[in-house]
């Protein structure tokens, strides 16, 4: 499915047997359901689909779980789109309005990434729609958005996939992977590892000499600041606010010249918090000020030895 790319937000209606979804949620086993995707032009498209449960460790501490839909082929090709037909829909983990911007907050740190680097999944926000099969309506709506599924990323980008399950280092193209690193420093993220794959996509690209890291799945960051959100047990932080470096040594002159693509998006950057739909002022002001610090610590010639150049080569954490 190729998604629209839009300002403003779609209406995703879902119909579907949500009891019996969230009843046998560890099965991960397709259900029929019905999509009606609304556009803010009111343009509509129906699909017949199928649906299920996804992901692990959401599914064991959420109380409102992530989907995947998987949609008819015929009926994307009568509406003249990508015959790719998995997406993944990334929801809130509890029915409140503070944990509507916990999801707003990670759909902001894949815009992030993707004024970072082209080799970014695509994200469309959109407001969730859960209704039974008699019409009425499951839960209230809430905020969502749609993530690429890995396959149509991979067809965008000219590539092909890696199936590897143990990814070693000498495999992994050092450039793009010191600007995944960097990054996740700069969101406070430290739920990733490149070993076992844990939260990165490894693709193969035209013009890369290795494979190349696509990160996703943010909302364990500090950016995001979620409050079932924790560093990894081996890590002894106190807050997921608190930064901690876990990419390679590199070269000083590497690393500044990888850090110039964040210098260059800085106003761009500075200025999506408060151009995210629904993020509250809150929100948009902590994420904006979490994001400020970064630059001062890569502007602060003192932060960026101690922080990075010399925080480096320190994952996994050394017993």
Known sequence: MQHIRQDSISDLYVTAN??????????????SADVLLVSDSRDS???????????????EICTRLPYKLKLDKGELKTYGLS????????????ASPQYDQYLLREYLAYKIWQLISPNAYEVELIRLHFTQSDGSE???PTYAFLLENTEELVA????????????SNHAVDREPMLQVALFEFMIGNTDWYIFN???LEFVVLPDHP???????DFDYSGLVDA???????SINLSSVRIRYYQGWCFPEEEVKRALKVFREQKQAILKLPYEIPGLDQKSANYTHDYLVDFFDIIDNPRKLENQILKHCDMWPVKK
């Open 18 to 31: 949500w009891n019996y979804l969230e009843n046998h949620k560890s099965d991960k086993k397709y259900e």
């Open 45 to 59: 498209m129906k699909f017949h689909a199928r649906i299920r449960t996804r992901g692990n460790m959401r599914l």
């Open 83 to 94: 015959a790719m037909n998995e997406v993944d829909i990334v929801e809130h983990c509890h």
């Open 138 to 140: 499951a839960y209230e």
């Open 156 to 167: 965008r980008l000219g590539g092909r996939p890696n199936k590897t399950s143990v990814i």
């Open 197 to 199: 794959r844990h939260n």
């Open 210 to 216: 290795l494979l190349v890291p696509i990160p996703y």
């Open 227 to 233: 409050p079932y959100a924790a560093h990894h047990t």
